[in-house]
Structures are given as C-alpha cells and as structure tokens.
C-alpha cells in the first residue's frame, strides 16, 4: 500500500504565501505523475497543478505565473509553491500520486491524501 501525507496548509492574509508538501511513503516501486488538487466549500475538486516523472508541468490558467510546482524523486515527495494568494483560493488542497505498488502492478493506481486545509484572508 501507498500513505501520501500533505503538509503545509495554513492561515494566510491575501497577498502572502504557503508552501505545500506532500510525501508519498509506503510499498512503492515507482511513481509516474504527481498533482495538486483543491475543493472549496460547495465546489467541484479541481485540478490546480501536476508534474510529470520527467517534470513537464502543467497549470490551471488561474495560478500560472503564481504558482510553482516542483517534486524531489529521491524522496517521492511533490510541492506546490503558492504566492500571490487570493481568497477564493480557500479551499483543502489534496495531493495525487500516480504509482505501482510493484513491478508486477500492470497500471498506475492513483493516491490520494487526507488534504490540508488553506485559508486565505481578505
């Protein structure tokens, strides 16, 4: 089994920002792409970021130019850099690892988080 665990949320005032973690731990014997997610209160979850094991990245138009990010392969862990928040950017924000618990696994089985809460202040 895969444990993916966030860190990182917290209480901000708008403008700030925070810095999410997420470590994947556990029976892994590898790990394809990695993304950020966030559900606001009465809201779809949505896709905010992801990043490929080649670290191609991709964003939802919202966040580009604010956001970043990033994962360290060595650790299996993926961050999400968020500057310039704004306060509709409240939500849980939840990590998604795409892994194999071994070599014998015949497709990616995605993973997610408990989610960390963020709160950003007008």
């Known amino acids: 089994q895969v444990q993916v665990v966030e860190s990182g949320g917290g209480l901000v005032q708008a403008g700030g920002s925070l810095r999410l973690s997420c470590a994947a731990s556990g029976s892994i014997f590898s790990i394809n792409h990695m993304a950020w997610y966030r559900q606001a209160p009465g809201k779809q979850r949505e896709l905010v970021a992801s990043?490929?094991?080649?670290?191609?990245?991709n964003y939802v138009e919202s966040v580009k130019g604010r956001f970043t990010i990033s994962r360290d392969n060595a650790k299996n862990t993926v961050y999400l850099q968020m500057n310039s928040l704004k306060p509709e950017e409240t939500a849980v924000y939840y990590c998604?690892?795409?892994?194999?618990?071994?070599?014998?696994?015949?497709?990616?089985?995605?993973?997610w988080g408990q989610g960390t809460q963020v709160t950003v202040s007008s």
């Open positions: 990043i490929s094991s080649g670290g191609d990245t």
């Open positions: 998604n690892v795409h892994a194999k618990s071994s070599d014998r696994d015949r497709y990616y089985y995605g993973y």
